[in-house]
């Protein structure tokens, strides 16, 4: 069975730090490219961040630039979401998603696999 599992989400302050990380099992992510997405309450779902299977070429939504980076460990099996100088409005649940297409993870649809989500809430 093939399952992203995401973790490291939680409580911080305007201004903290979070990472997340989205561990695959029962597959190898070497194959795929990674997306980051995020589902703010009322509010549709938005990718936040996207990486190559090599982790050659990474993208970012123009909300988080500069304040997050995505990598991958792909000996690790896992992705990551380092999420710096957090904003309220990053509050969200945040997955991750694989597909073995770059641009099928950049259009965030029908995607090969989604993980089950992370509750990240940036309140003082």
């Known amino acids: 069975q093939l399952q992203l599992v995401e973790s490291g989400g939680g409580l911080v302050q305007p201004g903290g730090s979070l990472r997340l990380s989205c561990a695959a099992s029962?597959?190898?992510?070497?194959?795929?490219?990674i997306g980051w997405f995020r589902q703010a309450p009322g509010k549709e779902r938005e990718g936040v961040s996207y990486?190559?299977?090599?982790?050659?070429?990474?993208s970012y939504a123009d909300s988080v630039k500069g304040r997050f980076t995505i990598s991958r460990d792909n000996a690790k099996n896992t992705v990551y979401l380092q999420m710096n100088s957090l904003k309220p409005e990053d509050t969200a649940v945040y997955y991750c998603?694989?597909?073995?297409?770059?641009?099928?993870?950049?259009?965030?649809?029908?995607?090969?696999?989604w993980g089950q989500g992370t509750l990240v809430t940036v309140s003082s």
């Open positions: 998603a694989a597909d073995r297409s770059w641009g099928t993870i950049r259009a965030g649809r029908y995607l090969e696999v």
């Open positions: 029962g597959f190898t992510l070497d194959y795929y490219a």
């Open positions: 990486i190559t299977s090599s982790g050659g070429l990474k």
